[in-house]
């Protein structure tokens, strides 16, 4: 019998192979025409995904010279705005004020991408339509079916489901796989990373 770790690590194998070669081409290209245009990219995930947004902001600034933002990085609005106003509209009114554009993007991390119906990470579905209002474009990483982040998204990875009671772990672990592979990118990349120029 296969220990967790080998489980694991098989299942990860698996989800490589199943990767959408051409979704995650749709995102570099979408990403990459996004930022040639100077629109500014929106970072948007909730829990374990603000980490990605926060990190992933970092990346596509300094490798990639793409003008990018995470709302969940100023932790005093986050928190005012949730409990003045509720979560559900914690980003799409930060979005607002930033004066989003249809020269913009959004970039969802995020496991389910969403759901009003089911009534989770409704403050990322409020985000998106927002986009969707201004004709800005909608970028996704997510698990699952992909949730409303799928159905709306301009380009959209969702990664594959290979174990159902490891769909969050395997989702947000590629989530930061998918987000490399993009900012070294050739379509993206501008910038070297510092450990690839010391001998």
């Known amino acids: 019998m296969a220990s967790f770790t080998e489980q694991f690590l098989k299942e990860s194998a698996e989800i490589i192979g199943k990767l959408d070669v051409a979704s995650i081409e749709a995102l570099a290209h979408g990403l990459g025409k996004l930022r040639d245009d100077g629109g500014r990219l929106f970072i948007l995930g909730v829990g374990g995904s603000a980490g990605h947004a926060s990190h992933a902001v970092n990346d596509f600034r300094k490798l990639c010279g793409l003008e990018s933002y995470a709302p969940t990085d100023n932790v005093s609005e986050l928190t005012a705005r949730t ?16 004066r989003l554009a249809n020269t913009d993007g959004l970039l969802i991390f995020s496991v389910g991408g969403g759901n009003r119906e089911k009534n ?3 403050n990322l579905v409020r985000s998106i339509e927002l986009a969707k209002e201004r004709g800005a474009k909608v970028f996704g990483v997510v698990g699952r079916d992909g949730g409303t982040t799928k159905q709306l998204a301009d380009a959209c990875v969702v990664i594959p489901t290979v174990a159902a009671d490891r769909v969050t772990p395997h989702t947000e672990g590629f989530a930061a796989v998918v987000w490399h592979l993009l900012v ?9 990373t510092k450990w690839e120029s010391v001998k």
Do not use: Q, R, Y
């Open 83 to 98: 409990n003045d106003e509720g979560w559900d509209t914690t980003f799409s009114e930060w979005l607002k004020v930033s």
């Open 120 to 122: 989770v990470s409704v």
């Open 184 to 192: 070294s990118h050739p379509k993206l990349a501008k910038n070297s």
